[in-house]
């Protein structure tokens, strides 16, 4: 998409994370006459929890019997918290689900069918779901917007505004296409949408931050300044390596790490203590009956989680109905051997500090290990700060650890730390072209025939066709695993027909992990798409000549077959969510 075509009046990126969501939004006026001051530029809506104003909201959504939206974050829980249980079984309540997306070993098959089930167990399509979620935040965009009334032209929306989704780095292109057709269903045309990795979005905001003192005046990052970005957010945590150029732009040193080791994971250790406790058949009990009352008590945990504790004790009140349906409590906790570290006292459960903080101890320790590795790599010589955003980043069990575990590093948290990833998305939108090069995650190239050689292709591969032997499936490679690309840069490579008659010739597309992939079945590649290139012109012969064009672009790479006689070309297709 070419935003410089478009000529769009407003930039508005959607954050759409694990736990919470929000949106923010500039004008392209605003940004063009002083891009220093952009940031104080970008709006965030607000959101009422209840008790205070929230830049975010929870990722909840509500839906009737009929599939149609009732409400969306804070309200949807409070709705859902004071519906009746029969009116709770004819809706659907779905919570924390962009986890679903992420193929943490490769086994994961992600389609349009693919089914998520809501708190109840009830299913409905994922697509739908992500769907209804991103619907809602446009349209409050689209009303907030009208309210402000800014005199600022922005209907029809795909022709005046540029929509910017992010995701994790470290999701697969199936994850990543499976968002952008969420998009389109939620009304976000395609011409008018870009895809931002949410490190790379966080890399651009600390870019504009002023982290650096010199000569007692605070400046923004200089060029040749190397720093890794630690964004932990609620179900993944993302960490890329970046240098400022001396034009002032960004570019990758390393690949992109994580893992889904995010704030959601603390939760579930605190959930596996009660169930230790009071037992799983009774917490699963709890979670269907008393739903309302399950889903606040992970509210008060989540706002104790992120609360600076000071005390000797952290205190969770729980509600009086897990209280009835479980067996005494005070006999349990001993048993489980928790007598000195945990203890209810009336409807407070008091748990020691040293046991609370042990919730963290699991995904910080994961944590800590891979950043250690990224910063002991050969790339990362020079890489002296730490940035730490993300909504996890704001849980003091987490900044303690990398600050003790990487004393002679810099660690930076700035300000607002957990709207990193949403402010930058808003400042990749205006310019898409700050982040210059990338390195490639995967080994890309297409497959094709090659002469046979003896001693150096293995026999299986020998195949017979025109009276001349040839080797089958070989990798051709394109650019490999590890490399650094630039943005737009191109590789171009020319092929062959194997018959003089042939009118057209078949490109399969291929990536793998592996560096040097010899061989399209080897272990790690796989198929990603293909295209047919026409050649009707047969005049040439084997001796015509058609070419694959790869191209790098924003945060995906596109495939271009090209008739070399004619000049014609076609585009790859890629489906990576066919069943």
Excluded at 58 to 74: C, E, I, M, R, W
Excluded at 179 to 196: D, H, N, P
Excluded at 257 to 282: A, C
Excluded at 450 to 477: A, Q, V, W
Aim: glycine share 6%; net charge negative.
């Amino acid at each position: 998409m070419s935003t410089s075509i478009r000529k769009p009046t407003v930039v508005v990126a959607i954050d759409f994370g694990t736990t919470y969501s929000g949106y923010a939004f500039s004008l392209s006026s605003e940004f063009l006459s002083n891009k220093n001051d952009h940031l104080n530029k970008i709006v965030i809506d607000n959101w009422n929890s209840g008790d205070l104003l929230s830049e975010k909201t929870p990722t909840t959504l509500l839906l009737d019997k009929s599939k149609n939206l009732v409400s969306f974050g804070y309200e949807a829980e409070n709705d859902y918290g004071r519906m009746t249980e029969e009116e709770r079984n004819e809706h659907y309540y779905f919570r924390r689900f962009k986890m679903m997306l992420y193929d943490k070993d490769g086994k994961l098959k992600l389609t349009r069918d693919t089914v998520l089930k809501d708190i109840k167990d009830k299913e409905m399509p994922a697509i739908d779901v992500f769907a209804r979620s991103i619907e809602y935040l446009k349209d409050k965009f689209v009303k907030t917007f009208k309210d402000r009334n800014l005199q600022v032209t922005f209907l029809p929306l795909e022709k005046y505004v540029t929509w910017v989704l992010t995701v994790p780095a470290i999701w697969d292109e199936p994850a990543k296409q499976f968002m952008q057709e969420a998009a389109e269903r939620a009304g976000i045309s395609k011409e008018s949408l870009l895809i931002c990795l949410e490190p790379e979005a966080a890399a651009i905001y600390c870019k504009w931050i002023q982290i650096e003192r010199d000569d007692d005046a605070l400046n923004v990052m200089k060029p040749g300044r190397r720093f890794l970005v630690l964004d932990a957010g609620g179900g993944t945590i993302d960490m890329a390596m970046q240098e400022v150029r001396e034009d002032g732009k960004l570019q990758e040193i390393n690949r992109a790490e994580g893992g889904d080791w995010g704030g959601i994971f603390v939760d579930d250790e605190f959930k596996q203590m009660l169930e230790g406790i009071v037992s799983k058949p009774i917490i699963e009990a709890f979670r269907m009956k008393f739903t309302g009352d399950y889903i606040e008590l992970f509210r008060y945990f989540e706002k104790k989680k992120r609360e600076k504790q000071t005390g000797k004790v952290v205190r969770i009140l729980i509600p009086p109905t897990l209280l009835d349906i479980a067996d005494d409590i005070t006999k349990r906790t001993e048993d489980q051997g928790l007598k000195d570290e945990v203890e209810l006292k009336k409807d407070k459960l008091q748990i020691k500090l040293d046991k609370f903080k042990e919730f963290f101890n699991k995904v910080v320790d994961k944590i800590v290990v891979k950043v250690e590795e990224m910063l002991v790599s050969e790339t990362a010589k020079g890489t002296n700060v730490i940035i730490m955003v993300g909504g996890f980043s704001e849980s003091n069990f987490l900044q303690e650890r990398i600050k003790n575990s990487f004393p002679k590093h810099t660690v930076v948290i700035p300000q607002g730390c957990g709207l990193a990833v949403l402010k930058g998305a808003v400042l990749y939108g205006h310019d898409p072209d700050i982040i210059a090069a990338r390195v490639v995650k995967y080994t890309y190239g297409v497959g094709t025939n090659t002469r046979f050689i003896k001693d150096k292709h293995p026999e299986s591969k020998k195949k017979l066709i025109n009276g001349i032997e040839y080797c089958t499936d070989k990798f051709d490679i394109h650019v490999n695993k590890g490399t650094l690309v630039h943005s737009n840069e191109e590789t171009l490579e020319s092929y062959s027909p194997l018959y003089e008659d042939q009118t057209s010739v078949k490109f399969g597309v291929f990536v793998s992990d592996t560096e040097y992939p010899q061989y399209t079945d080897d272990e790690g590649c796989r198929e990603i798409g293909s295209l047919t290139v026409p050649m009707p012109n047969t005049a040439g012969g084997t001796r015509r000549k058609v070419k694959a064009k790869f191209k790098f672009g924003a945060t995906k790479i596109t495939v271009e077959g090209i008739d070399e006689s004619s000049g014609k070309s076609v585009d790859v297709k890629f489906d990576f969510l066919e069943d």
